[in-house]
C-alpha cells in the first residue's frame, strides 16, 4: 500500500496541485447551497430567500453543510440617483443588509448576481467599468459570494473579470466568486479570477441536458483544486419531471466530480425521497474531501475513455497546465519500433498510454488520442516512411497520414480586414487523417510538390514531434518578398503534437450509451468511482481498478467497496466488480486498497 500511496501523491503533484488560484482562501471545497434561477427566476423575493435559509436549518441542510443563499438575477433594479446599485424596495422591502444579517443570524451566507457587462441579461444593472464601485457596495452589505454572468460586450474577453476579482480584493473583505465566461478551451487564466466558473451553457431538468453539462466539465479537471472549481451549473434534484434515478444521476456525479452542490430548485418543496439524497452524508464526504481532486470520466460502454491529441506551441516549457491543459510534458513522446517497415509505437511517458485512433462525436472519421498502450490495438501502430526527416506519420490500420486540416478561419478587425489564415495561426487543433501523398525531391525553388499539412518531424534530442507547416500570418508580398509578417495579427509559434485537454466544445464519450464509469483519488489513499447507466434498461457496469492509472494497482489489487447511496457494503473485491445500474441511475461506491476484509 505505501508504494501505490507514494506514486499516486507523486502523480497528483504532478498534476493539479500547482495551478494558481484566486488569492482569496475561500471554498477549498466546493461551495454547498442553492440558486434561485432555475427555481423562480427573476421573481426572487426577499421571503423566498428568508424561507430558504429557514428551511436550511429546520431540515438538517445546514448541517449537512449547505450554506449559501443564493440570489440569481432579478434581486435589483435600476441604480440610485448617485449610480449605486440597489436592491428591488418592492421585492427587497428590508434592504441587502437586513437580509444580510438575517442570513447570518442562521450561520449562513447570502449571494448575489451581477455581470462583468454593462446590463446583467435581465437588463439590469451590470458592473463592467464599475467594477470599484460595486465590489465597495457589495462589501458594505456584507456580501458572502457573488456570481459574476456574461451578458454583453462578449468580445472584451476574461480580463472584465478578472478586474472585478481584482476590485473585489482591494476591499478586503472576503466574498467568493463564480463566474460564468463562455470559455471553450480549457484553461487556466480562470482560477485567477473565480473561485468557480460555468462550463457549459445553462442547464435544465432534462437528463440529456445533465449528463451533457457534466461531460463538458470534464476537460476542466487540470485546473480545479482547492479554492478553484469547474460548475457545471446548478443541481436540478427536484424539478421538471426528472426522475429520482435522475436526480441521483445529477447529485451523484455533482459530488464525485467536486462540482458545486449548488441547488437549483426550492428546497422547502422538495420530497422526503430527494431530500434523502442530497443529504446523503456519504455521497456529500466525497464532494468535500480535502484532497480536492475531480474525479473524470474512464470508460464507456466498456471501452477506456481516450485522452486528447492536438497541437501545442513547440516552445511550451511550463510545469504546471495552461491553455488546453498543456504541459512541457504533454509535447514528449518516444518511438518505439514494432516489426514491420519503418514501424513504430509512439508512446506518451506523460499519461503512459500510445498514439491511437477513435471515433469522436461531430467528426466524419477517426481522430488522434491516447489510449493504454497493448498489442491487441492495431490502431497503434504507425509508419514512418521518413523516420530521419520531415514526413508522413501513417496510421497503419486507417492507411492514412496524419493531417492538419487546411480549412480556414477568418481575422476581422472592426468589421473590416477580413483575411483568411490557416487554423494553426488561431491554435486550433484540427488533426485529421489524409490520404498519404509521398514528397519527392525538389528540383528547383518554385517546387510545390510537397504536403506541408502531413509533414512531420520526430526530434529524438527533443522529444517533440514538430508539425513542419508554416503557418505564421502571412498572406502578402512587400518589397519582392513574401516573407514578411504583417502588422494586423500577432505571429504564430511553431507547433508540435502535444496531449490536450479537450479537441471541442463536446463532451468526452458523450454520445456513448451504456454505463460511462468515472473515478478518481481521495484523502487517506482512497478512491470513489461513479458509474452511470445512459440506457433506457438496466445495463451491467464494470469497475476496474486499472482504470485508476495508478502505478502499483492493477486487476490483482484487493479494494473493500460500499455503495454510498444505499449505504451498501459489497465486500472485498480483487480487480474489480461488475454491477447492474438501473437506467439513467448512478451507484457512487468508494473503494479503500490493500485491505483483506470489511
Not at 444580510?100 to 448575489?112: Q, R
Not at 456525479?253 to 420530497?271: D, F, M, Q, R, Y
Not at 480536492?292 to 510545469?319: E, H, I, M, W, Y
Amino acid at each position: 500500500r505505501c508504494n501505490w500511496t507514494i506514486a499516486l501523491t507523486a502523480l497528483l503533484l504532478a498534476g493539479t496541485a500547482h495551478v494558481r488560484g484566486l488569492d482569496n482562501g475561500l471554498l477549498l471545497t466546493p461551495p454547498m447551497g442553492m440558486n434561485t434561477w432555475t427555481s423562480v427566476g427573476t421573481a426572487v423575493t426577499e421571503l423566498f430567500l428568508k424561507n430558504s435559509a429557514d428551511f436550511f436549518v429546520s431540515s438538517g441542510m445546514a448541517a449537512a453543510g449547505y450554506e449559501f443563499i443564493c440570489s440569481d438575477d432579478g434581486w435589483d433594479t435600476k441604480r440610485n440617483a448617485t449610480g449605486y446599485l440597489q436592491a428591488d424596495p418592492v421585492k427587497f422591502p428590508s434592504g441587502i443588509p437586513a437580509l444580510v444579517s438575517y442570513i447570518h443570524s442562521k450561520g449562513l451566507k447570502l449571494g448575489l448576481y451581477g455581470a462583468s457587462s454593462s446590463v446583467v441579461c435581465s437588463g439590469r444593472p451590470g458592473s463592467l467599468y464599475l467594477e470599484d464601485r460595486d465590489a465597495r457596495t457589495y462589501a458594505a452589505w456584507g456580501v458572502d459570494y457573488i456570481k459574476q454572468d456574461n451578458c454583453g460586450e462578449y468580445a472584451l474577453g476574461m480580463s472584465r473579470f478578472q478586474a472585478f476579482a481584482d476590485a473585489i480584493n482591494r476591499t478586503g473583505q472576503r466574498i467568493a466568486i463564480s463566474t460564468e465566461p463562455f470559455s471553450i478551451i480549457a484553461n487556466p487564466l480562470h482560477a485567477p479570477f473565480a473561485n468557480l466558473w460555468r462550463t457549459g451553457n445553462d442547464i435544465g431538468p432534462d437528463y440529456g441536458t445533465i449528463v451533457n453539462r457534466i461531460d463538458l466539465n470534464d476537460k476542466w479537471a487540470p485546473f480545479t483544486g482547492p479554492g478553484r472549481w469547474a460548475d457545471p451549473d446548478m443541481i436540478q434534484v427536484g424539478n421538471g419531471h426528472l426522475t429520482e434515478a435522475e436526480c441521483r444521476t445529477n447529485f451523484g456525479l455533482w459530488a464525485v466530480t467536486k462540482s458545486p452542490l449548488i441547488l437549483g430548485t426550492n428546497v422547502a418543496h422538495l420530497p422526503a425521497n430527494l431530500l434523502s439524497i442530497i443529504l446523503n452524508k456519504a455521497v456529500i464526504a466525497i464532494n468535500q474531501d480535502p484532497l480536492g481532486v475531480q474525479a473524470t470520466k474512464r470508460s464507456a460502454n466498456g471501452l477506456v475513455s481516450p485522452k486528447f491529441v492536438g497541437l501545442a506551441p513547440c516552445a511550451t516549457t511550463d510545469v504546471t497546465p495552461g491553455i488546453n491543459g498543456v504541459t512541457a510534458a504533454s509535447l514528449q513522446w518516444e518511438l518505439r519500433p514494432v516489426p514491420g517497415n519503418n514501424t513504430f509505437n509512439i508512446f506518451h511517458p506523460k499519461t503512459n498510454r500510445c498514439l491511437a485512433t477513435r471515433p469522436y462525436i461531430n467528426r466524419p472519421g477517426p481522430v488522434p488520442v491516447l489510449l493504454p498502450c497493448t498489442s491487441k490495438d492495431a490502431t497503434q501502430v504507425w509508419q514512418l516512411p521518413r523516420s530521419q526527416t520531415v514526413g508522413g506519420l501513417i496510421n497503419q490500420q486507417l492507411g492514412l497520414a496524419l493531417s492538419v486540416g487546411d480549412s480556414t478561419v477568418y481575422g476581422s478587425v472592426h468589421g473590416s480586414d477580413k483575411q483568411p489564415l490557416l487554423d494553426q495561426a488561431y491554435g486550433l487543433t484540427n488533426i485529421t487523417f489524409a490520404p498519404y501523398q509521398p514528397e519527392p525531391p525538389c528540383d528547383s525553388r518554385d517546387c510545390d510538390n510537397y504536403v506541408p499539412q502531413q509533414s512531420f518531424y520526430f526530434s529524438p534530442i527533443t522529444g517533440k514531434i514538430a508539425l513542419s507547416l508554416m503557418a505564421s500570418n502571412i498572406y502578402r508580398c512587400f518589397e519582392g518578398s513574401c516573407y514578411v509578417l504583417t502588422s494586423h495579427y500577432p505571429a504564430t509559434v511553431d507547433l508540435c503534437l502535444s496531449q490536450v485537454a479537450s479537441i471541442s466544445n463536446d463532451g468526452v464519450d458523450t454520445n456513448v450509451p451504456g454505463v460511462h464509469v468515472w473515478a478518481g483519488p481521495l484523502a487517506g489513499g482512497e478512491f470513489v468511482f461513479a458509474l452511470d447507466n445512459r440506457d433506457a434498461t438496466t445495463t451491467q457496469g464494470t469497475l476496474s481498478y486499472s482504470l485508476l492509472e495508478v502505478p502499483g494497482i492493477d486487476d490483482t489489487t484487493s479494494m473493500c467497496l460500499r455503495e454510498l447511496f444505499s449505504d451498501t457494503a459489497l465486500g472485498v473485491h480483487v480487480g474489480g466488480i461488475t454491477l447492474p445500474v438501473p437506467s439513467h441511475d448512478t451507484l457512487v461506491i468508494k473503494a479503500t486498497p490493500g485491505t483483506a476484509s470489511c
